[in-house]
């Protein structure tokens, strides 16, 4: 595969779905080296084939992207803005691959529920 230029993270929910996750920063030249040494292109059941993911927060061009198969752990660092759907907002740093977990392994990805500011009485 050809090296990434950024990675679209992912994670199962509780119905085993693959949901968006994070979208790194641009990786760094080692990074996309070993990267593309390492993904496989996904089949056409990858369940983004066909699917649209915007290019930013808020923008309406859509992000090309290649889907390979889910089967890396990435770890990565972010900051603690991650939306209801427990997307992170901002583009997140890629750490390294993670060889000791498996993505069967992970907790799934709960729905987040936006604390209330107020309390009732």
């Known amino acids: 595969m050809a090296a990434p230029n950024t990675l679209l993270l992912g994670r199962y929910d509780a119905?085993?779905?693959?949901?968006?996750?994070?979208?790194?920063?641009?990786?760094?030249?080692?990074?996309?080296?070993?990267?593309?040494?390492l993904l496989?292109?996904?089949g056409?059941?990858?369940?983004?084939?066909?699917?649209?993911f915007s290019s930013a927060w808020?923008?309406?061009?859509?992000?090309?992207?290649?889907?390979?198969?889910?089967?890396?752990?990435?770890?990565f660092a972010g900051?603690?803005?991650?939306?209801?759907?427990?997307?992170y907002r901002h583009p997140v740093d890629h750490v390294r691959?993670?060889?000791?977990?498996t993505p069967g392994s992970m907790p799934p990805l709960a729905d987040r529920q936006r604390p209330s500011l107020y309390r009732s009485t």
């Open 97 to 101: 691959l993670r060889g000791d977990l």
């Open 40 to 42: 496989a292109p996904a």
């Open 44 to 52: 056409p059941d990858h369940p983004w084939t066909g699917v649209q």
């Open 79 to 87: 900051d603690t803005s991650v939306d209801d759907a427990g997307r």
């Open 58 to 75: 808020g923008a309406r061009a859509p992000l090309v992207h290649a889907p390979v198969e889910p089967v890396f752990v990435a770890e």
């Open 15 to 37: 119905e085993r779905q693959l949901r968006m996750a994070a979208r790194t920063k641009p990786l760094s030249a080692t990074a996309r080296r070993e990267l593309g040494e």
